[in-house]
């Protein structure tokens, strides 16, 4: 999961997948960082702040595709089932919807001015 690392929002994200997602599979990473510039340039893909970024198995997702997929990363039922519902409604409509909050993000939320360190027991699940 690459996320915008001041945007409140987007941290709020993270929290919230930090405290459900018990697999400890997934790994996190700011887009403002060197490491995730380095993975984007490799999966030929470009440096976009305004979304999102769930990578499985070499393949990129975002907008609220990547919403829907890191829902269902998890496996707790409700969020799970939050997930196939999202991917359920037309992905133009979806991501119409997700790029007006994307847009307003910082409006709404706020930002900070530096992004998130981890904590030393979170920090091997960050990409630096």
């Known amino acids: 999961m690459l996320f915008d690392g001041v945007c409140n929002l987007c941290n709020g994200a993270l929290q919230f997948m930090l405290r ?3 697999h400890d599979k997934l790994n996190f990473g700011t887009l403002q960082s060197l490491a995730a510039t380095a993975l984007l340039e490799q999966l030929k893909a470009p440096l976009d702040l305004s979304t999102v970024v769930y990578i499985d198995a070499g393949k990129l997702y975002t ?8 829902l269902r990363h998890h496996g707790k039922p409700f969020w799970a089932f939050l997930g196939l519902l999202l991917a359920c409604i037309p992905r133009p409509l979806r991501d119409f919807a997700y790029r007006i909050v994307a847009a307003n993000r910082i409006k709404w939320f706020g930002s900070k ?7 030393p027991a979170l920090k091997a699940r960050f990409l630096t």
């Not at 907008?63 to 890191?70: E, G």
């Not at 001015?113 to 904590?119: E, F, H, S, W």
């Open 113 to 119: 001015d530096t992004c998130m360190l981890p904590t």
């Open 63 to 70: 907008h609220s595709t990547a919403i829907s997929l890191l």
């Open 20 to 22: 459900v997602e018990k």
